[in-house]
């Protein structure tokens, strides 16, 4: 999905005064428009299929659907829409269902004067955005479960990351990669480098190796 000039949006919560202070902070931006709002999450699963965004913001919590449960049914029945979570929950299981739901994206409503706009721009691009103490908290979590023995097997990546790790494995260049995902080469480095820091690996050595154990590439 390349990224368009001017990315329509759709802004889901249940406060109308939230909706509105989100309208109005990409409303002073040149590369996004706010072309509908929902209350609910059901409603935005309903518009956002109608009137097929670019990008899909949604809160954690609201009724008849929550974001996370709309989040699952856009990724399943309209995979090609972005989406990005915007919650008042700085909770660490909130965030990891989050990104099983497949959104780039956490905002803490807290921070959404800061971190919003560069949120919706990175997942606009294809990158992931996670609030400052989201990716600290990750590895936290990771290295908790493994200490108490449990499986930690689960992929710390996102899905568009998961896509350029297979395509390194399989000795892609970036340009290679960038023609296959309708994406710039620069995004394609920015994800080597996110994908490399995520799972403190230098080279693309390693990251094969990885990706075989992962799965995504015959050995």
């Known amino acids: 999905m390349t990224t368009p000039i001017k990315a329509r949006v759709l802004v889901a919560d249940d406060h109308a005064v939230v909706r509105h202070g989100v309208r109005g902070i990409l409303a ?4 996004f428009e ?3 709002e929902a209350a609910d999450g059901a409603e935005a699963v309903e518009r956002a299929l109608a009137l097929r965004p ?3 913001i949604l809160d954690v919590s609201m009724p008849r659907l929550t974001g996370l449960q709309a989040a699952g049914e856009l990724g399943r029945r309209a995979p090609g829409i972005r989406l990005l979570m915007l919650s008042m929950h700085d909770d660490e299981q909130f965030l990891f269902e989050a990104l ?10 807290s921070g959404v004067d800061r971190d919003l706009v560069e949120a919706c721009r990175a997942t606009m691009r294809g990158e992931s955005f996670l609030y400052p103490d989201a990716a600290a908290a990750l590895i936290k979590d990771r290295l908790a479960r493994a200490g108490a023995g449990e499986d930690v097997s689960d992929d710390p990546l996102t899905p568009r990351e998961a896509e350029v ?6 000795a ?4 290679q990669i960038a023609e296959l ?6 995004t394609v480095e920015n994800h080597r480098a996110r994908i490399l820091e995520k799972l403190g690996m230098r080279d693309r050595v390693e990251l094969t190796r990885y990706a075989i154990r ?3 590439v015959q050995p």
Do not use: C, F, M, W
């Open 54 to 56: 670019h990008l899909v």
């Open 172 to 175: 892609h260049t970036n340009q």
């Open 181 to 186: 995902l309708v994406i710039s080469p620069k």
């Open 214 to 216: 992962r799965g995504l």
């Open 165 to 170: 790790l297979k395509l390194i494995a399989e």
């Open 100 to 109: 099983r739901a497949g959104a780039s994206g956490y905002v803490l409503k």
């Open 28 to 31: 002073a931006q040149p590369d």
């Open 34 to 36: 706010v072309i509908a």
